[in-house]
């Protein structure tokens, strides 16, 4: 389950050199049940070259399906990172905001291909 908050990897001080100069959250969803099947975090550090922010979206897509999921029906929407809570959340479809329901976001985890 994915967790938000500070990551002792990236996070500054005197034994990590990294520091971050952006984060985006993606949700990768099931476009008629809103189920999130998989969650794409990109973080840029300072001084690197990130991903143009017009191939994120394709980007998360690309990694649900290498990760086994089928992706006929499955979407993408930027979400909130501090808001994300990969088992307790679906994406509403007419919204595309997050919403709690850990129903739906469990059937997602169903959607890999055998």
Known sequence: MYKSGP???????KNNPFEIESQSAYAV???????????HVITTFRGAEGLPVDQHEA?????????????????????????LDQGKHRIDV???SLVADPELTERARGNRRA
């Open 29 to 39: 969803y099931d476009s008629e049940s809103g189920a999130i099947a998989h969650v």
């Open 7 to 13: 990551d002792p990897m990236t996070t500054p001080g």
């Open 94 to 96: 007419k919204s595309l």
């Open 59 to 83: 980007r998360a897509l690309e990694m649900a399906r290498r990760m086994g999921h089928n992706a006929e029906r499955l979407r993408v929407v930027k979400v909130d990172r501090n808001e």
